[in-house]
């Protein structure tokens, strides 16, 4: 059973570009959640989403960040006109299920963003 | 809202020696604890949790942790390390109750480097 799948796992860009972060959850998770590591510090939730539905976006940016996760592929975080601030590793995990908490997530290898 | 503070950003020990890493939480409400370890270029995995009963928690490569309700602390210990135990440690928490239990709020880390 592969893992967590993230690409790219690096990713440069300049000030201005998009940035387009994928995951495909393990086999049979239907929940994905997106976490932020900035330089030295820990992860930092971003969103929680479900097929097709943003559960959480509480830890997103309000602007240029978006996330889905559509009926069909991977769940896609966007950032649009990238600052050097968003230069950060993201992870992706997933999870069978999220009720009752305690539930496991299982991490991908994460994508490293260089904003140039 | 919770935070976690990992008090040692890095461990140095010699193979076979013992180590303790040290994790403090503080939360308003009932927390679960989790250690997640990444090894170097590699997503997070988990190693070892606390959801209930037994306030003393092992996993299968010898490392443990206790939950220490009192001091608020979940510290790591592992009686004698191995060189591939280098790599960096991560605690963190999730609300027991609540609409956001599948958050988790991770400390900084704390990388463990084993020498020969």
């Known amino acids: 059973n592969a893992g967590v799948m993230q690409n790219p796992r690096h990713l440069v860009r300049r000030r201005g570009q998009e940035a387009r972060l994928r995951c495909s959850p393990m086999k049979g998770h239907s929940h994905v959640y997106w976490y932020r590591q900035l330089p030295e510090e820990g992860l930092k939730f971003m969103v929680y989403l479900q097929k097709e539905n943003i559960i959480d976006e509480s830890g997103m940016p309000k602007e240029r960040f978006s996330a889905e996760f559509p009926k069909e592929g991977p769940s896609i975080l966007r950032i649009q006109q990238v600052v050097r601030g968003d230069s950060a590793a993201y992870f992706c995990a997933s999870s069978q299920t999220s009720a009752g908490g305690g539930e496991t997530q299982y991490f991908g290898p994460g994508t490293r963003l260089l904003v140039l | 809202a919770q935070s976690v503070t990992q008090l040692d950003s890095q461990v140095p020990v010699f193979e076979e020696a013992p180590v303790e890493l040290r994790c403090n939480y503080s939360s308003s409400v009932s927390v679960y604890l989790f250690w997640y370890v990444q090894y170097p270029n590699q997503g997070l995995q988990l190693l070892l949790k606390?959801?209930?009963?037994?306030?003393l928690v092992k996993s299968i490569n010898g490392f443990e942790a206790e939950f220490n309700k009192s001091q608020t602390s979940f510290h790591l210990r592992k009686p004698s390390v191995h060189i591939s135990d280098t790599a960096e440690y991560f605690c963190a928490v999730s609300e027991r109750s609540g609409g956001s239990n599948y958050k988790l709020t991770f400390g900084k880390g704390t990388l463990l480097t084993v020498n020969p």
């Open positions: 606390y959801l209930s009963g037994s306030t």
